[in-house]
């Protein structure tokens, strides 16, 4: 596609229910970025890929959190019983440099997750 | 634990001045520092991309610094418009293919008319 794909754009959820979202990079795009952002503030790095394996799990908030990555493509990031404060907007940024480094990031849109 | 500091939540300034927005980093040296531009609802983009040997990039009316003696950016933008208010977002890498790029807070500027 032209751009990140992310979906859904909105989740509402209840509390202890499991989500998944999904993101689409762009074609051909060997990295790929799960960050989290709450309401004002900035970018929480969750999980980076490099192909289908991911080097850096490190900002994974527990191990309710999860993400794979397929084929080199779509990912996705599964969050097991849901808690409120798993609120916010989850963001996928995709990037050509193949070694990982000096890439500029594409940021899909986002999505929101709203935990009643 | 690696720390990145942008200057200020809010940054205002008058329409035309120069908007001068500030990014300090601890323990870490970074190969590439980025900034990124976030308007309200959407995804970060991609500005400007600096690198550890360069002291200085330019593109139209932004400027960016890298002094990694005072582990310090500069954000500048020139004659500024009120269509450049967004939250500024700067981003350091570091030299290995594993390395995660991390995100400061960001720095909301308004720039009024």
């Known amino acids: 596609g032209a751009g990140v794909s992310q979906s859904p754009s909105n989740k509402v959820t209840e509390k202890g229910k499991d989500v998944e979202l999904r993101c689409d990079p762009i074609?051909?795009?060997?990295?790929l970025y799960w960050y989290r952002q709450s309401l004002g503030q900035g970018l929480e790095f969750l999980i980076y890929?490099?192909?289908?394996?991911?080097?850096?799990k490190s900002g994974l908030p527990s191990d309710r959190f999860s993400a794979e990555r397929t084929g080199g493509s779509v990912s996705t990031l599964t969050i097991q019983r849901t808690q409120q404060e798993d609120s916010a907007v989850y963001l996928c940024?995709?990037?050509?440099?193949?070694?990982?480094?000096?890439?500029?990031?594409?940021f899909g849109e986002g999505s929101r997750l709203t935990v009643l | 634990s690696q720390k990145i500091e942008q200057n200020s939540e809010a940054l205002n300034i008058q329409e035309g001045k120069t908007a001068t927005l500030t990014c300090n980093y601890t323990?870490?040296?970074?190969?590439?520092l980025q900034w990124y531009r976030q308007d309200p609802g959407r995804g970060p983009v991609f500005l400007l991309l600096?690198?550890?040997?360069?002291k200085e990039k330019r593109k139209e009316r932004l400027k960016v610094t890298f002094d990694t003696t005072l582990k310090q950016s500069l954000f500048h933008i020139t004659a500024s418009q009120p269509a450049d208010s967004a939250t500024y977002l700067c981003?350091?890498?570091?030299?290995?293919?594993?390395?995660?790029?991390?995100f400061g807070s960001g720095t909301r500027l308004s720039i009024r008319p």
């Open positions: 940024a995709s990037s050509t440099d193949g070694t990982g480094v000096s890439g500029e990031l594409f």
């Open positions: 074609s051909g795009h060997t990295a």
């Open positions: 890929f490099q192909g289908n394996s991911a080097p850096d």
């Open positions: 323990n870490y040296s970074p190969a590439y």
């Open positions: 600096i690198r550890e040997n360069e």
């Open positions: 981003a350091l890498e570091g030299y290995s293919s594993a390395s995660k790029i991390i």
